[in-house]
């Protein structure tokens, strides 16, 4: 792989090159000369060279979503650019980036001004040096296609920028920017960069990468997390043909965090005689005293957990209990997840080189300066901070990101890459680690188990006059704090305390939990199992009362309103304020009318086929879905999902349609098929022979309504997933009058 780093951009940039750069406190530019290596410290940066070449550097990951191109995008736009001589430079992991976590559903939200910015400061400066070389006011100098002219006077961008490479640096507020009728790429369908290469074989992952005189390592990690190796058969493995060495890995640290698990290592001269040589180690491992519970039994605990009153409460409006008391009906239900893996096409792989002094990763990581922490702190890399503390010194740490093949949180953990980091150092030699399918599957950060218990009061006319929701499942704060047993606000502010619906009684509580498997984020976090649980009730509710169940969510998120996210007691906003990002529910009914809109609802439906709804808001984005099941004979099809989605200004539009269609699918998996399981403390699935995701012949006809928004720019990549699985289970109860409130849907049709 050839990897171009920022350094060396600047080194090598043609003599002339104008190179500004932008730091993440604000906004400040300042300007560096090719060639010239005195100021690196501001970070993102826009190189015009003087052939009209435009860099423009990405500092996120690229797993997909397309954030590689739509942040350059915005750039471009604004700068006026030719989108066919821009190139596109990936970042290294480096804290002057600012944040380049790849995860969140933030990488437009929080740099599409940044971006703007960037572009319309080269525009300005190519505009003053044209204007000062033709004797004109810069303001009367246009810009479009990469060139700048004046009546017939036409200059190009390389030579434009020549002239202003030593010119000063304007001051924001000087800046002025492209309207939205003049937009170019912005709101533009643009082919992802990497496109050609990803479909013809050419892209370059994690699991692609080698350099000269590497072993591959294959390792075989304790089957219950916490376990221990008692011994092991190193001279069988020797024995293999490509063996070159057998390495027992440090234990497992506590806190978990992002460190590697333990183990034994079987490095070899190919990936194929490092796998063959694990499969002959004979390990027989201590999983410890400790009694470990199987995932069913946990559930149970958790289900009767969850019907007993809450040990924290994140929202209490009105009195509950009183309005219950007091209710004509009561309706209750328990709904319950199972653990889920991220599993993305590629595995984790991570290559390390590893000298006294510094170490080189090669890895498909979603947050490299992540990785360079635990890396840093695995082989002992210490500085002090401003305390004079003792903290991993990731400047002793390079991460080059490669593209990555899918990831859904689960390579914003470096486990793997510290893994490759500490057996360099004991080899001396450049080492890759390659995860298989297996390893992938048993040794995750799984998405949490969860059991959750809903009750809410229907007075004599049908109206809700109580809500109560008691969560509980193990929290992601678990493997940051051993003691963390319980949900924490943050999570319980995905989907559950944000309640959009006009009920004058509502609570939300939280029950403990704790379990022995790594807990992490993916993708859409706690609102997968808070979506299922919150619509599918909601339609029970709707149905209970004799209401139609879109009439129902209508009214009750009327009249148009704000939701007070700032004012709960587990206060969270994904990072924002409700202030600036405000949840809406004029914009909830909207989405979830164009979604039923386009699915017809209210058409007659033919026997065993119905249509079910929901709608949701995550990630600051308002979400609409109506499914369309089919059960014949116990079987089920889905023919269409609608899915209406309002994201504030969208950069691509193919992007966004892309991740709605990949949230339908990766929904639709976590309903009808997959599950992990445990039992002694060990996950049960290892492939996907029996950890089952969705097939061909179960993907349905997507249909995605986007709206047009001016409105600042919000989430994509995960808001899509939370209400399909609600939606899908309503739709199965309109065609057969069956509830589902237990997934995976597995054979329960059948019964």
């Known amino acids: 792989m050839n990897q171009i780093t920022r350094r060396s951009i600047l080194k090598g940039a043609a003599a002339g090159s104008l190179v500004l750069t932008a730091t993440t406190g604000g906004f400040s530019m300042t300007k560096v000369f090719a060639g010239e290596d005195k100021n ?3 970070n993102l940066f826009v190189v015009i060279e003087p052939d009209g070449t435009v860099l423009i550097t990405a500092h996120r990951s690229e797993m997909g979503q397309g954030s590689k191109t739509g942040l350059p995008q915005i750039v471009a736009d604004e700068l006026g650019a030719d989108w066919s001589r821009v190139k596109i430079i990936q970042a290294d992991g480096d804290e002057r980036l600012g944040d380049q976590n790849t995860d969140g559903s933030r990488s437009v939200r929080w740099n599409y001004t940044r971006m703007r910015e960037m572009g319309a400061m080269g525009r300005l400066m190519m505009q003053r040096a044209a204007a000062r070389e033709w004797g004109v006011e810069a303001s009367a100098v246009k810009v479009a296609k990469h060139s700048l002219t004046h009546g017939k006077k036409k200059m190009d961008f390389g030579e434009a920028a020549s002239l202003a490479a030593n010119d000063p640096v304007p001051a924001a507020e000087e800046l002025t920017f ?48 916490g376990g221990k190796v008692k011994s092991f058969n190193a001279a069988a493995a020797l024995k293999v043909k490509g063996v070159v060495k057998v390495i027992e890995m440090p234990g497992v640290q506590v806190p978990t965090m992002f460190n590697p698990v333990g183990g034994v290592a079987v490095l070899a001269n ?31 605990e958790m289900l009767e957990t969850a019907k007993q009153p809450g040990s924290f409460t994140g929202r209490h409006d009105g009195d509950v209990d009183k309005a219950l008391a007091a209710a004509d009906r009561v309706i209750e239900a328990d709904y319950q997840m199972p653990y889920y893996a991220h599993a993305p096409m590629e595995p984790p792989a991570a290559l390390a080189n590893v000298s006294e002094k ?43 990101v490669t593209l990555l093949g899918g990831a859904f949180g689960r390579k914003s953990k470096g486990d793997f890459c510290a893994e490759a980091a500490w057996l360099s150092r004991q080899t001396g030699k450049p080492v890759k680690v ?33 809500w109560n929701h008691n969560t509980v499942f193990p929290s992601i704060l678990s493997i940051f704090n051993p003691a963390a047993d319980q949900p924490s606000p943050f999570e319980m502010g ?66 148009d309103r704000t939701i007070p996210v700032d004012d709960f007691i587990a206060k969270f906003n994904y990072g924002e304020s409700g202030k600036d990002y ?50 014949k004979d116990g079987k089920l099809s ?62 349905p006809e997507v249909t995605v309504h986007l709206v047009d928004s001016k409105d600042k720019p919000r989430g994509v990549g995960e808001p899509g997933v939370p209400p399909v699985t609600a939606a899908l289970c309503n739709a199965i109860f309109a065609a057969t009058g069956k509830r589902i409130r237990k997934l995976p849907l597995g054979e329960q049709l059948e019964s």
């Open 434 to 466: 390659v995860w298989s399918r297996e390893d992938d599957i048993r040794h995750d950060y799984y998405h949490a188990i969860s059991a959750q218990h809903m009750k809410a009061g229907l007075d004599k006319d049908g109206k809700v006059t109580a």
């Open 638 to 699: 889905v023919p269409k999902v609608d899915i209406a989605i309002d994201c504030g200004r969208y950069i691509n539009p193919d992007r966004v349609k892309s991740q709605m269609e990949g949230a339908v699918i990766f929904a639709l998996s976590h309903a009808l098929y997959s599950e992990i399981t445990t039992e002694g403390g060990e996950v049960q699935q290892s492939n996907f022979h029996d950890y089952h995701l969705t097939r061909m012949d179960m993907a």
């Open 358 to 400: 510094s170490a080189e990763v090669w890895a498909c990581v979603q947050d490299p300066q992540s990785v360079q922490q635990v890396v840093a702190g695995t082989l002992g890399f210490m500085t002090t901070d401003k305390d004079g503390k003792p903290t991993p010194d990731k400047s002793k740490v390079t991460v080059h």
């Open 494 to 559: 995905m989907g559950q305390v944000d309640l959009p619906y006009n009920f004058p009684n509502i609570r939300m509580t939280c029950g403990k939990a704790k379990t022995n498997l790594r807990i992490g984020w993916v993708r859409s976090v706690a609102n997968i199992h808070h979506g299922f649980a919150v619509a599918s009730f909601l339609d029970e509710v709707a149905h209970a009362a004799g209401r139609d169940p879109k009439e129902f969510l209508l009214d009750y998120l009327s009249p």
């Open 582 to 631: 405000p949840f809406e529910t004029a914009r909830l009914k909207n989405v979830l009318k164009l979604a039923a809109d386009g699915a017809g609802w209210g058409r007659k439906m033919p026997k065993g086929h119905g249509l079910g709804l929901a709608c949701h808001y995550s990630f600051l984005t308002h979400i609409g879905v109506v499914v369309e099941a089919s059960v």
């Open 178 to 225: 492209k309207s939205e009728k003049d937009f170019t790429y912005i709101g533009k369908p643009v082919k992802i960069v990497d496109l050609e290469d990803m479909v013809t074989g050419k892209a370059m992952y994690g699991q692609d990468m080698k350099i000269d005189g590497m072993l591959y390592a294959q390792i075989s990690r304790p089957p219950v997390q």
């Open 270 to 300: 190919s990936t194929w005689a490092a796998m063959k040589g694990r499969e002959a180690l004979e390990i027989e491992w201590d999983n410890g005293g400790a009694s470990h519970i199987s995932s069913a039994d946990l559930q149970k």
């Open 40 to 42: 690196l410290s501001p």
